[in-house]
């Protein structure tokens, strides 16, 4: 059974750097055909697909947060770690970390989700 756990501070600053990391039990994150994705929802509003860090290590990211994302990992800890530069009181959401699987084109597991709120 895969594990996904979100872990980070919950509340940022406004400028500073939000650093969230999942830890992933069950299953390894370089198993081929598997997407580790960061999702957010802000409140009152929808699901928002921040970027992904694949099976190889490749990542992409959202147009609209490219400058601001990174995502990287730490194979020999299973994890991948979200970085969102530069927050705003608007990147306050509920975070989590997902596995998509090219195989079924789906998340077949989430994380719980971590609330991230931005404020002086």
């Known amino acids: 059974q895969v594990q996904l756990q979100e872990s980070g501070p919950g509340l940022v600053k406004p400028s500073q750097t939000l650093s969230l990391t999942c830890t992933v039990s069950?299953?390894?994150?370089?198993?081929?055909?598997?997407?580790w994705t960061w999702i957010r929802q802000p409140p009152g509003k929808g699901l928002e697909w921040i970027g992904y860090?694949?099976?190889?290590?490749?990542?992409y990211y959202t147009p609209s947060l490219k400058s601001r994302t990174s995502i990287s990992r730490d194979t020999s800890k299973n994890q991948f770690t979200l970085q969102l530069s530069s927050v705003t009181p608007e990147d306050t959401a509920v975070y989590y970390c997902?596995?998509?699987?090219?195989?079924?084109?789906?998340?077949?597991?989430w994380g719980q989700g971590t609330q991230v709120t931005v404020s002086s």
């Open positions: 069950g299953g390894s994150i370089t198993t081929t055909s598997y997407y």
């Open positions: 997902t596995r998509w699987y090219s195989g079924w084109q789906a998340y077949d597991y």
């Open positions: 860090i694949a099976y190889s290590g490749s990542t």
